[in-house]
């Protein structure tokens, strides 16, 4: 299987309003965004997917959260979790082969979505 990835970062505050602890409190992280794309055939071109087809698609997602408080801008509760589910399927609506989509808060910090066959899963 061929696998190309992107990643994408930016800056936003968030806050958990669920948590009673620190994370419950409005701060800020150097977000990470990575799409990872997997198949077995490549096109006419020789690639799995386009870098450029990747940037056009997620460019205007990652700039209109840049600089923002995402508890306001995104309809979900802005945890790592919660956002690469949001992500992959904001991007696996428009590009074929999306497998895994991770976000990163911090250096050592993040969380993986990937959309599974029921057979991968079991």
Do not use: Q
């Not at 061929?2 to 009673?20: I, L, Q, R, S």
């Not at 150097?30 to 020789?46: I, Y």
């Not at 997917?49 to 979900?76: C, G, M, Q, W, Y």
């Not at 802005?78 to 992500?87: K, L």
């Amino acid at each position: 299987m061929y696998k190309v990835a992107k990643t994408f970062n930016f800056c936003a505050a968030h806050h958990n309003p669920k948590d009673t602890g620190p994370c419950g409190i409005n701060h800020g992280h150097n977000w990470a965004v990575e799409f990872v794309f997997g198949g077995n055939r490549l096109d006419g071109r020789g690639w799995l997917v386009a870098f450029d087809e990747i940037r056009t698609v997620v460019k205007p997602l990652i700039d209109a959260l840049d600089h923002s408080d995402l508890n306001v801008e995104l309809p979900i509760n802005p945890t790592c979790e919660n956002m690469a589910e949001w992500f992959h399927c904001k991007v696996a609506k428009v590009l074929p082969g999306l497998v895994e989509t991770r976000v990163t808060e911090r250096a050592g910090e993040w969380t993986t979505y990937a959309a599974y066959t029921s057979s991968e899963a079991a």
